[in-house]
């Protein structure tokens, strides 16, 4: 997974400190409008997060749903175990070597952040690893930065700063997903954070 843990980044390993800066950014407000505007998950659904970090996202997902977390880190899951063990399952795994019988079948697939973490090979295996445990009519949602002409200055030198070493433009993520899905469409919000930031919310439907 190509993303850089060193320097001043290191200490974003620590879940306090990941979901304060998040706090401080605005993503629990991003995290709301995604669920409300895109992943709309029903009561009784099976949803996989890949790469939930500490599961915050389950604050704005229905009580009633069955909810399954991966992240490469422990630390997130041991933080997600302790926060949310009765609303969820939760398993430390390496994305990137994850196949379609790790995954259980689900409704809604949810993969927030993590696209730009891998590169092109890592990042096709993932997505139809998901297509063959998506349900028929089921979606995967992702939302990671992007590189659009015209964004706000401040919010290219973010994205370009991030951790993850494979921030692509919006055809760059729409190329990644198979023409096995029947519908797919990808939207560029600027409004998701507290800060100039550009987030590409990509929606695919089996």
């Not at 939930?52 to 933080?79: M, V, W």
């Not at 009519?137 to 700063?161: C, K, M």
Request: net charge neutral.
């Amino acid at each position: 997974m190509a993303q850089i843990t060193t320097g001043i980044r290191s200490i974003l390993s620590m879940p306090w400190a990941y979901d304060a800066l998040q706090g401080m950014l605005g993503v629990t407000h991003a995290r709301k409008v995604v669920c409300e505007d895109y992943i709309r998950a029903q009561p009784g659904d099976v949803v996989v997060d890949i790469g939930c970090g500490t599961a915050e996202i389950l604050k704005f997902l229905p009580e009633n749903i069955r909810y399954y977390g991966f992240d490469l880190s422990q630390h997130y899951i041991d933080s997600a175990k302790r926060r949310f063990a009765a609303r969820g399952q939760f398993q430390c795994a390496d994305v990137t070597t994850m196949g379609s019988s790790d995954i259980p079948p689900c409704q809604v697939a949810i993969a927030f952040g993590v696209l730009h973490h891998l590169d092109d090979a890592a990042a096709y295996g993932l997505i139809n690893s998901l297509y063959d445990r998506l349900a028929h009519g089921g979606r995967l949602i992702t939302v990671d930065p992007v590189f659009v002409s015209g964004q706000a200055w401040v919010a290219h030198e973010l994205i370009r700063r991030d951790r993850g070493q494979n921030v692509r433009t919006c055809e760059g993520y729409m190329d990644l997903v198979s023409e096995r899905f029947s519908a797919k469409n990808i939207q560029a919000r600027h409004d998701l954070l507290r800060v100039p930031y550009t987030y590409a919310v990509m929606s695919c439907t089996r």
